[in-house]
């Protein structure tokens, strides 16, 4: 079974950091490249970093550059997203999200990032 498992949401004070996990089981993790995306209330999702097995290359929105750090442990086929210097506008549902060739094969389930101010 496929799965993607996210954690590590919760609610952090403005300023504050949090690392999100995504568990992945049930396919060949080196095959994939991962994104970690968000929605946040009355908006569209949009995608917040991304981390290639390819060419360990990564990829971040303007919004969260020099903030957030996507990583992977083959070992634990696991992706990370540390979030460090939260703001307000960080608040939303985080997902994590498998890819081949660009396009979104496996999503997680989702943890809700709240960050007051």
């Known amino acids: 079974e496929v799965q993607l498992v996210e954690s590590g949401g919760g609610l952090v004070q403005a300023g504050g950091s949090l690392r999100l996990s995504c568990a992945a089981s049930?396919?060949?993790?080196?095959?994939?490249?991962f994104g970690w995306f968000r929605q946040a209330p009355g908006k569209e999702r949009e995608v917040v970093a991304c981390?290639?097995?390819?060419?360990?290359?990564?990829h971040y929105v303007d919004s969260v550059k020099g903030r957030f750090t996507i990583s992977s442990n083959r070992a634990e086929n696991t992706v990370y997203l540390q979030m460090n210097s939260l703001k307000p506008e960080d608040t939303a549902v985080y997902y994590c999200?498998?890819?081949?060739?660009?396009?979104?094969?496996?999503w997680g389930q989702g943890t809700q990032v709240t960050v007051s101010s």
């Open positions: 981390f290639s097995h390819a060419d360990d290359g990564t």
């Open positions: 049930g396919f060949i993790f080196d095959d994939y490249a």
């Open positions: 999200n498998a890819l081949i060739g660009g396009i979104s094969i496996y």
